[in-house]
């Protein structure tokens, strides 16, 4: 199946700091990727749509001020935690879907840590 | 995207079938059940999805009522690897996802 790449796996930054997390399409084009995040022992939820050539869409709650999504070519999605905080802390996933009915590839995730 | 229902936890004998339900009665008609699991600490690995039909793959098979209320994930024999947080979605696209707390499964040697 397809694959989607995250990095890094993990990141320890400190409070005050940005962190830059990286997906890629290793062998498709995705015009639409995807960001979850995992607080621990919780399910994931969805944050935003990152779309290709445009703005993203962010699920409500989510700031997109801190959480900046850019997504500038058809392999590369990237999210950066601005201002970062202990708080943020949490294991962060992307996917790639392709047409409708077919299945999401997701990365293997980013677990970070501010302290 | 319709919302789903999975028990929380379930054990299984290590090469015995794993058979996993999940409750989707308010599924619209043009929304496809999927699967999904993940292994602590890694990103969720697809299984297997269908729309109306039975669909079996290398992985695992899928059976799907014919009211397409519900439907039960069958891992056929069992593995310690098997262990993992299971989650059925409902979902037009197939792509844009929404996670419940899925069903954490335990393979027992």
């Known amino acids: 199946g397809a694959v989607v790449s995250q990095h890094p796996s993990w990141v320890i930054c400190k409070s005050g700091t940005s962190v830059k997390i990286e997906c890629r399409s290793l062998?498709?084009?995705?015009?639409?990727m995807f960001w979850y995040r995992q607080f621990p022992k919780q399910s994931l939820m969805l944050m935003a749509t990152?779309?290709?050539?445009?703005?993203?869409?962010?699920e409500q709650g989510v700031e997109k001020d801190k959480f900046l999504i850019n997504h500038a070519s058809l392999t590369l999605s990237t999210l950066t935690v601005t201002s970062a905080h202990p708080e943020d802390s949490s294991f962060y996933i992307c996917s790639a879907g392709g047409p409708i009915g077919t299945e999401a590839f997701f990365g293997q995730g980013t677990r970070l840590t501010v302290v | 995207d319709a919302k789903t229902t999975q028990p929380p936890s379930m054990d299984c004998a290590e090469g015995r079938a794993a058979n996993l339900p999940c409750n989707h009665s308010?599924?619209?008609?043009?929304?496809?059940v999927y699967w999904y699991r993940q292994i602590h600490s890694q990103g969720p690995q697809y299984i297997i999805h269908g729309l109306k039909n039975n669909e079996t793959n290398e992985m695992a098979s899928l059976i799907i009522t014919e009211d397409r209320k519900s439907s039960t994930l069958i891992l056929p024999h069992a593995t310690l690897r098997d262990t993992a947080v299971y989650y059925c979605i409902v979902s037009v696209s197939g792509s844009r996802l929404t996670f419940g707390e899925g069903t954490q499964l335990t393979v027992n040697p």
């Open positions: 062998d498709f084009q995705a015009t639409t």
């Open positions: 990152s779309n290709e050539g445009s703005k993203a869409t962010y």
């Open positions: 308010t599924i619209s008609g043009n929304e496809y």
